[in-house]
């Protein structure tokens, strides 16, 4: 009899474990539960159809449900939620249409995802106000947006979902006030990025309420003000978009450990404390890789790798799930802005680094070449070793050259060695020096004690 | 007394020496001979200039003849030509200003620069055939566009200079005609790179005539036909970019050694055979990152980068130039295209290597966001070790994505590194699986045999 492969949710992680699976072991059982009805779908993608720029939720689906049961031979059943794990008798406990069943497992992934943090608001509860953590909610933002026109919206928290949501918001004609708790937007891209990102906001007129708790909502049936350090202000919609926390609570239940950052504990391969039990995704951490140590960065790619990883695994042929550098984009109106690695001083000495940087502006193009922009790059170097730690990158073109460090860190190079990195240049892409080399470049002169 | 720092040429090499130098040792008296008017100026940028989207020649010089004297004290004599190098006695022969006169060095660099190869054709002196091999030449094909509206033009080489040349001639209202001796324009960047540029360019009106043979010009004072394999057709204005040829005159008629790729033999630290005699930029070879070999790489990274390196090493803190990996990008009309490291099969073959290729194409944002294009990537690596060896990158946006793969190269990385990397995503700058990230994949199944 042939072993049976049981994948607790069908996002990222949980999808593309399945799919590489069946596909490296045609003879492997592969059961799919996902408790909602959408699978494989890009939550990056809701705020840009709230925005109106995608027009069906449903083009955010990269596979079908039919696709993953017809063409990949994947037995996904939907609308079906794992209420129960139990690693000694190697079963699942699954609720769905109106049933409970037993399901046993050979091995097992459980990659349950993460969920909008819910802060302790007033109001919540109250129509027009969204946190924005699935599909069905995103639906709902767009039609609320759609039936109501909103004037003003409240957006609660400054980090990517929340500016984007202000971008989305705008662009449907409300004026957004968004509302961040810190001194600054973006807090894991480094004040370098943040201050440019904020002016941009505020020339696009987002009005940006820095340094501000806000203490919830109020209003008859439906949100009509938003509450925050003893004032309110109107508000016809508000979306809280303040961190997401891992879906922890079906693994801690089993016995499964949780590592310190609160997700589940994991090894190279993607295991668990039980062998032949694996997290993957939002739920579950990864080794970061220029700390060596756990992380949970609860974004896409390393999801989708992590599950691709372990469905080789468990289809016989074991493959490390790799490591994260916590690279992430996003955009702000026109702008860019990147980071990838250890960008705040404070982790990089808790790590036993001695962290030393640079921020630099260069244009993306010859400097008489047509269009371009300014560039503002930030890069971190441990002072005793050279190492590259980390760096961000933010302007109105040519963010993706965060991917340059990214590389940089993956190949754990330092910044004498990426200073010499021979990058593309030609006047309508690039000055000759690009401006990721002379940010190295400047950051080595500091090294060196220039 | 203070040391002589003398540098023949003022363009990226010499110039970037000689500020460097300079900086790091006021103390040095440097002198730099230049024969022409123009110094530190983009050749790059020539193109554009002549396309009407740089308004004045001027536009591409970096740094003024003026603010090299009098901001950075470098005594900076134009219209200056060195005749001769005497390397027992330390002196170079000057002819300037009517006289001849020996100048004394410490330190030489030569940087001699590269120039246009005239192939042998019938007409080269003809009005209206041009190579645009310095500032003066992109001034006169600007000039004669302007008074003569050329109908139809012929640009002879399907290099990069020759498709810039043909996008710029395309903008000035002529019908272009390509010739190209080869089956492919842009040999270096490979097939795969030549069919999507060759596709776009005849959507763009350009007639493109691969494996033909240019014989030569006729006309009237100016010309007015281009002939080729035995037939003839109508040119307004024909520019010949077929390639550059190292100036080396100098360097060898002085005994300084030439390598096997004809350009002047280097080490590490840029020094010719003689050990206070350093040479730079088009006109010396660097070593290629992959092959570790002698390379002739006549491009202005290399040059800007040497000549720094060599300008410290002069101060008194030796540092080595660095190696090539003749990465580069082009632009034509609305695609791009780049390359980087060891592409050509035949090439890694003949430097030990067992190449495996793949060519893979991927959208270069999630595939429910708007705007966006398809990027062709393809990536070379050695089936024995899986060492990375190089890649290309073609498409109309994103082509800047190779420096992902310069930095892998300059890290030596294998293909299962790269695919490790952790990319930006966000859906309005990459699929989850960045596009390099995917041919990455692909070529590490194919390495594994699958």
């Given at each position: 009899m042939?072993d049976t ?10 999808m593309?474990?399945?799919?590489k699976a069946k596909?490296?072991n045609?003879?492997l059982d592969?059961?799919?539960f ?6 494989s ?6 705020p840009?159809y709230?925005?109106g ?12 449900p039919e696709?993953?049961?017809e063409?990949?031979?994947i ?7 794992v209420v129960?794990v139990?690693p000694?008798?190697?079963t699942?406990?699954?609720e ?6 037993e399901q046993p497992?050979d091995h097992?992934l459980?990659?349950?995802g993460?969920t909008?943090v ?7 509860d109250l ?5 924005i953590?699935?599909m069905?909610e995103a639906?709902?933002i767009?039609?609320y947006?759609?039936e109501?026109s909103?004037?003003?919206?409240a957006?609660?928290?400054?980090g990517?979902v ?6 989305a918001l ?5 004026d957004?006030?968004?509302?961040e ?12 990025v ?8 505020r020339a ?6 820095l340094?501000?708790?806000?203490s919830?909502?109020d ?9 925050f350090?003893?004032?309110s202000r109107?508000?016809?919609i ?8 891992p879906n922890?609570q079906?693994a801690?239940?089993?016995?499964i450990?949780?590592?310190?950052t ?14 032949n ?6 739920c579950?951490?990864?080794r970061?890789?220029v ?6 960065v ?6 989708n790798r ?5 469905g080789?695994?468990?289809a016989g ?10 690279t ?8 860019g802005a990147?980071?990838t ?7 990089a000495?808790?790590?036993g680094?001695d962290?030393?940087?640079?921020s ?5 193009r010859a400097?008489y ?14 002072g005793?070793?050279g ?6 990158v ?5 963010t993706k ?6 590389t940089?860190?993956?190949a754990?190079?330092?910044?004498s060695?990426?200073q010499?990195a021979?990058?593309?240049y030609?006047?309508p ?6 401006p990721?080399l002379t940010?190295a ?8 004690g220039?």
């Amino acid at each position: 009899m042939s072993d049976t492969f049981v994948v607790v949710g069908g996002d990222a992680a949980g999808m593309s474990a399945a799919s590489k699976a069946k596909r490296e072991n045609p003879e492997l059982d592969v059961v799919v539960f996902e408790k909602g009805e959408w699978v494989s779908y890009a939550a990056c993608g809701m705020p840009y159809y709230v925005k109106g720029e995608v027009e069906d939720l449903e083009d955010l689906v990269a596979v079908t449900p039919e696709e993953f049961r017809e063409e990949r031979d994947i037995d996904l059943r939907t609308g079906h939620e794992v209420v129960g794990v139990d690693p000694g008798a190697g079963t699942v406990t699954v609720e769905g249409e109106g049933e409970t069943f037993e399901q046993p497992y050979d091995h097992l992934l459980v990659a349950t995802g993460a969920t909008a943090v819910e802060p302790p608001f007033d109001g919540l509860d109250l129509d027009g106000v969204f946190t924005i953590h699935d599909m069905d909610e995103a639906g709902a933002i767009e039609d609320y947006v759609t039936e109501r026109s909103p004037d003003t919206a409240a957006v609660v928290g400054g980090g990517y979902v929340g500016i984007e949501m202000a971008e989305a918001l705008s662009a449907r004609g409300a004026d957004v006030h968004l509302y961040e708790m810190l001194p600054h937007v973006l807090q894991p891209f480094g004040d370098a990025v943040a201050e440019v990102v904020e002016e941009h906001l505020r020339a696009q007129g987002v009005h940006l309420h820095l340094d501000t708790a806000v203490s919830g909502f109020d209003g008859e049936g439906s949100v009509e003000r938003v509450g925050f350090e003893g004032e309110s202000r109107p508000a016809d919609i508000a979306v809280v978009g303040v961190g997401v926390a891992p879906n922890t609570q079906l693994a801690a239940d089993a016995g499964i450990e949780l590592g310190e950052t609160g997700a589940i504990a994991t090894d190279e391969y993607g295991r668990t404390n039980y062998g032949n039990v694996y997290a993957a995704g939002d739920c579950a951490e990864a080794r970061n890789v220029v700390t060596g140590e756990p992380d949970h960065v609860p974004l896409a790619l390393t999801a989708n790798r992590a599950g691709r990883a372990i469905g080789q695994t468990v289809a016989g042929d074991p493959e490390p799930v790799g490591g994260t550098a916590g690279t992430a984009i996003v955009k702000a109106f026109d702008l860019g802005a990147a980071r990838t690695g250890v960008v705040d001083e404070q982790r990089a000495r808790e790590a036993g680094f001695d962290p030393v940087s640079v921020s630099i502006s260069a244009p993306t193009r010859a400097h008489y070449y047509p269009g371009g922009a300014e560039l503002t790059v930030t890069l971190v170097a441990d002072g005793e070793s050279g190492r590259l730690l980390g760096g961000t990158v933010v302007g109105r073109e040519g963010t993706k050259r965060v991917d340059t460090v990214a590389t940089a860190l993956a190949a754990g190079m330092t910044v004498s060695e990426l200073q010499k990195a021979d990058l593309a240049y030609a006047p309508p892409f690039s000055p000759v020096r690009d401006p990721i080399l002379t940010a190295a470049n400047v950051l080595e002169g500091k090294l060196d004690g220039e």
